[in-house]
């Protein structure tokens, strides 16, 4: 994937014009070209996600995840993207959404230290306007209290409504069960609840 270059460091910003179809994402291990991963459809829609790199001469640069709305002649809104924050590290991508919504992850480093936690971050996003109505975090501390969280790969479970997160972090996430390296975290009512997940390391 060709990064897109951006002057700006945006935290959420409403662009009027698409970023472009459907693209791969680098994670911070492995590089993935997995269309389920970075794309995904609700009310007619497909949705992507990737990021584009700023450059700075006094900073280091950011990784902004930037999530796209294709338009088509199923979707009744037109073209349009949105920019989150930026990582101070290549940031792992995922996407998930049906009807009641668009639901990414990615993972964040807020720091260009090299000691610096790496969490994973969590929004909801309506398809119709791109605005992010839930944010969450989830972080995994290392005996140092850093967080460690290097993958999210999101997917809805049979219901609809439960968002099911499974990677790999080094630490404890709170409140987990069982122990090792991965983990699944799963959110009951994501799109419409605030609920904490239970989460289960392995």
């Known amino acids: 994937m060709h990064p897109v270059k951006s002057t700006t460091s945006l935290a959420v910003a ?52 930037v999530i796209t709305r294709q338009a088509s002649s199923t979707c009744p809104w037109p073209s349009a993207s949105v920019v989150l924050a930026g990582s101070y590290s290549e940031p792992g991508l995922s996407i998930a959404a049906n009807d009641l919504g668009v639901a990414v992850s990615y993972t964040y480093k807020y720091s260009p230290s090299g000691s610096s936690g790496v969490y994973l ?13 839930r944010s969450t975090t989830l972080s995994a501390h290392d005996e140092f209290r850093f967080s460690r969280v290097y993958r999210g790969e999101l997917s809805l479970l049979a219901d609809g409504t439960t968002l099911q997160v499974q ?36």
């Open 121 to 133: 971050e969590l929004r909801h996003l309506t398809p119709d306007t791109l605005s992010v109505v």
């Open 14 to 65: 409403l662009l009027l014009s698409a970023c472009g179809g459907p693209a791969t994402a680098e994670s911070l291990e492995t590089a993935t070209d997995s269309a389920a991963l970075t794309s995904a459809f609700s009310q007619g829609c497909t949705f992507s996600i990737t990021y584009q790199q700023t450059s700075s001469t006094s900073h280091p640069p950011l990784f902004e995840p």
């Open 167 to 202: 990677g790999t972090k080094y630490g404890t996430i709170p409140f987990e069960s069982g122990s090792g390296s991965n983990y699944i975290a799963t959110y009951p009512d994501f799109f419409t609840s605030t609920t904490n997940p239970t989460v289960v390391a392995y």
